[in-house]
């Protein structure tokens, strides 16, 4: 019994706490400002923008 | 002080100074090849249990409509070979790709190589240890009988340290990210690995180590089960679908502010659904009212995704020829779409009345876990594969035949089974009708069922031998690939020796 208790305090407190944090810390920290920027993370000088990858069945064989 | 010094620990470990002041990012073929080996073993030792789920999948369904096949044994007998199924193909397949492409994208998002990869792969040696032994248990007749967890209770802590190591060496990746911002993948990708200790270790304390009692048994039971679903495999498939769709065709996500939208509402609903599965039990009739209309509104993050993705996709339409991860992935993505939006539907009072307790929510299951996360995975794999090991897969006919193999499979599996199931409610429902009248109604669809496995079966073993295929060019001196798979470069001089 004493251990179901603790968890379920743990998780009613723990889980809500811990995301409410994680919005503060996103917040703080510019995440959900310079949206634009954010998209732009999968691409970088290497593979930029506007460079499909994977393109390898069909005709782009050999 | 103690985090900037265990910071500092963790960065030694780098293979070269990463981070934003130096300048210096690490190379993507960089990134891939430290991946090689942990996740190389995730994906193989996930197709075996793939290979070994589909064939009891099999057996599972022709002793549904042939019930005397090898009945004989107690061992093989429906309930061990059905049980047995579920839990190969969600903890052996489902998951272990999963953690295989979630180590492998947050390297890439967060530019980093990924250190000290040796204790991936014993976390990986471990994760299989602890299944094989829970899947032998299964067999022996050691099932616990909750439906997802029926691992019996002496191999799941085995699981779950695995596991926590795993989670843990995602976080210290994320600790050592060079990209200040993050991707709404990284987001999908931290909280699953955050959530599935919370939901797994949970439901073990509370139904196996000391069980709780009576029907609150059954609702965390549902709430962990649909939560496996929902706080597990949709996060991991979402990030997958965030990353490559506008990898491949080369384009940023149409609106970044409707992909937070869409993860945060999922944070919020998502974890509510669990006690639809239970709509007409014996419970507290609020705690099933909350648990519909949290479904319903699931509608928002779904219709999130669903937007977004189609417009990052409109006009590329045409990439779908020429990529098959693209291919998979668009699959997976449309299935998840359909897949939610049958669940809202199978949620409500009045639908679930008809469609609980038949092959509709067999078929529900299978869109959801094949036809969306699956299919995500596969398609996942088509990219990655070829990107750790430097070599192109060996042939297109091959990937022509495991995709539509697994496009049409999962097609004829999912569409005959939810119309059949309905039907079937519909006739259970009715007084008049024999319950022994309703079996023979299912007959032919279950028949149906087992043609559309043995399509997933030539799928699975297409895309086994192929990446077996793959492997062994791994044997054959290094040529540079004539395919644009490595369009970042060669993997540098410094790392490859």
């Known amino acids: ?62 | 002080m103690n985090s900037t010094t265990a910071s500092k620990a963790l960065k030694a470990l780098l293979p070269g100074d990463f981070s934003n002041e130096t300048g210096r990012r690490a190379h993507l073929a960089e990134i891939d090849a430290s991946c090689r080996v942990p996740v190389l073993f995730f994906f193989l030792s996930g197709l075996l249990w793939l290979l070994i789920g589909t064939l009891f999948a099999l057996l599972a369904s022709i002793k549904l409509h042939t019930p005397e096949f090898l009945a004989g044994q107690e061992w093989l007998t429906f309930g061990r070979v059905r049980t047995v199924h579920l839990n190969t193909v969600v903890y052996g397949f489902a998951s272990q790709t999963a953690i295989a492409v979630a180590i492998w994208l947050m390297c890439r998002l967060c530019r980093v190589p990924l250190i000290a990869s040796g204790v991936i792969t014993v976390a990986n040696l471990f994760y299989n240890i602890g299944l094989t032994v829970g899947i032998i248990g299964i067999f022996a007749g050691d099932s616990t009988g909750i439906e997802w967890l029926e691992i019996p209770k002496y191999a799941t802590p085995i699981i779950f340290v695995s596991y926590a190591l795993i989670a843990v060496w995602m976080i210290i990746i994320f600790r050592l990210r060079t990209e200040r911002h993050l991707y709404v993948s990284q987001w999908y990708l931290l909280a699953a690995v955050l959530w599935f200790p919370w939901i797994y270790g949970t439901a073990q304390v509370m139904l196996l180590v000391e069980p709780v009692r009576g029907v609150v048994q059954a609702a965390i039971n549902w709430w962990f089960a649909h939560n496996v679903l929902g706080l597990w495999f949709t996060p991991i498939g979402l990030a997958a679908i965030y990353y490559f769709i506008p990898k491949v065709i080369g384009r940023p996500i149409h609106s970044y502010y409707l992909s937070v939208l869409g993860f945060w509402s999922l944070a919020l609903f998502y974890n509510w659904n669990g006690m639809h599965h239970l709509v007409g039990g014996p419970l507290p009739a609020w705690m099933i009212t909350v648990s519909i209309v949290a479904s319903v509104m699931m509608l928002i993050p779904v219709f999130a995704v669903a937007i977004n993705h189609h417009f990052t996709l409109v006009g590329h339409f045409g990439k779908l020829k020429h990529s098959p991860t693209l291919r998979f992935i668009v699959f997976g993505a449309v299935s998840y779409t359909l897949t939610s939006l049958q669940g809202v539907l199978s949620a409500l009072r009045s639908f679930s009345e008809v469609s609980h307790f038949t092959h509709h929510t067999v078929a529900h299951a299978h869109l959801g876990m094949y036809a969306f996360f699956g299919m995500v995975m596969f398609g996942s794999m088509y990219y990655i594969l070829p990107r750790i090991t430097q070599r192109e897969w060996p042939s297109n006919r091959l990937i022509s035949v495991h995709f539509w193999a697994s496009a049409l499979g999962i097609i004829l599996y999912v569409v005959p089974l939810s119309l059949a199931g309905f039907q079937q409610g519909r006739l259970m429902n009715n007084a008049a009708v024999k319950f022994l009248d309703v079996v023979q109604f299912t007959l032919p669809w279950l028949q149906l069922r087992t043609l559309a496995g043995c399509l997933l079966a030539l799928a699975h073993l297409a895309f086994v031998v192929h990446v077996g295929w793959l492997l062994l060019r791994m044997l054959e001196p290094y040529r540079k690939p004539v395919l644009n798979i490595l369009t970042g470069g060669e993997i540098p001089a410094t790392t490859e020796k």
Do not use: K
């Open chain 1, 1 to 62: 019994m004493p251990v179901i208790s603790l968890i379920l305090l743990g998780s009613v407190l723990l889980l809500p706490a811990a995301a409410l944090l994680s919005l503060r810390w996103a917040t703080r920290s510019g995440q959900f400002t310079l949206m634009n920027r954010a998209a732009l993370l999968p691409f970088d000088d290497e593979e930029p923008i506007g460079q499909a990858t994977d393109q390898i069945l069909g005709d782009n064989r050999r």
